[in-house]
């Protein structure tokens, strides 16, 4: 019998990764905050923030509280980084991941489900009165019917990939994914024998998880599909209605009978954390701030005179003591 090897004893991931061994194997993955391919990691300067909605408040891991009025749908600006919620007012506001600087995007819209493109400024949302999917520039107001999706039905949600440029669409009918092109305007159906009742995507490995509702149970299956049509169960399941969230390593479960959120490895599928949360959860996202402090430039002399302090959205420069901040100089 061949010996056993303890690849990660031997330090082959980088120092910012989580090794996982295996029999005659071993792999990394960079932790939150890195990037890479787990044997080389560098830092994003982000900051993960974990945000759920109840149905008048959006609450963050972070001491973010956001009052909303009744019935909100939370949604995640990625590229400018903001929140984004529709409720009863009708209006679509972009708030701060710090709950400040609240603007409306778009008044008086009939909205049930929607995405945003920040880059473009452009808004596709599932019309709550013709069940159909528009897309409004946010510059101009010109608000249109999407005529690629027209025969699209059955949808429970959609997000946005920024990197590549689609739109992704869950519907509760074969097929339950739908990849737009939003340069092209062209589609691609995942097909699979399943019912989408929400997802989350993945850009950066070109992946969409989702959760497949099989009415024979009444379970609500963890599913992951690949850009490339493949897909995988991935043999956890919950009783009643979930949402999804992920950051670079982990898929965030917004178990919404249960009132907490569960924390799965992406590659081991090992439940490694549960938070318990406020009674009537609706929406889970996770939002990325940029962490000036991680950058290093806009403090002065940070090694010697100074500290940073990041906080969502913000950050703030503090002068040791002996020192008192003079414009952008300790002095």
């Known amino acids: 019998m061949a010996d056993y090897i303890d690849e990660c004893a031997r330090g082959y991931c980088d120092p910012n990764a989580d090794c996982v061994n295996s029999v005659g194997s071993f792999y990394c993955t960079c932790r939150s905050g890195f990037t890479g391919n787990g044997l080389n990691c560098s830092e994003t300067c982000e900051d993960e923030i974990l945000f759920y909605s109840t149905s ?3 609450i963050s891991n972070s001491s973010v509280s956001i009052p909303t009025t009744d019935n909100n749908i939370l949604g995640y600006d990625k590229y400018n980084r903001r929140l984004l919620y529709y409720d009863d007012t009708q209006n679509l506001y972009s708030v701060g991941l710090n709950g400040l600087n609240s603007t409306v995007l778009i008044n008086k819209a009939n909205i049930a489900e929607f995405a945003y493109d920040g880059e473009r400024g452009v808004l596709y949302y ?3 009165l013709t ?3 528009n897309s409004v520039n946010i510059s101009s107001g010109e608000d249109v019917p999407v005529q690629a999706l027209d025969s699209l039905s059955g949808i429970k949600g959609m997000e946005m990939d920024i990197k590549n440029r ?12 739908v990849r737009f092109d939003i340069t092209s305007l062209a589609t691609q ?11 989350s995507v993945d850009q950066d490995n070109e992946v969409v998880y989702w959760d497949n ?3 024979s149970t009444g379970t609500y299956n963890l599913t992951r599909s690949s850009y490339t049509g493949e897909t995988v169960p991935l043999n956890i399941s919950y009783d009643a209605e979930i949402d999804l969230a992920q950051d670079y390593m982990y898929l965030y479960v917004l178990d919404k009978e249960n009132n907490r959120i569960d924390k799965y490895n ?3 599928w090992v439940e490694i954390n549960v938070s318990n949360i406020n009674a009537g959860s609706r929406r889970l996202i996770v939002a990325f701030d940029y962490d000036e402090c991680c950058v290093g430039t806009y403090c002065p002399d940070m090694v010697n005179v100074s500290k940073c302090l990041n906080t969502p959205s913000s950050f703030e420069c503090m002068c040791y003591e002996g020192y008192f901040l003079n ?3 300790c002095q």
């Open 213 to 215: 509702f099989i009415v």
């Open 327 to 329: 414009g952008t100089i």
């Open 189 to 199: 159906d995942i097909n699979f024998d399943g019912s989408a009742q929400t997802l």
């Open 266 to 268: 992406k590659r081991t």
């Open 131 to 133: 069940l159909k999917i």
């Open 166 to 177: 689609y739109l992704l669409i869950a519907k509760s009918s074969d097929p339950p994914i």
């Open 126 to 128: 599932l019309n709550s």
């Open 56 to 58: 008048s408040e959006i």
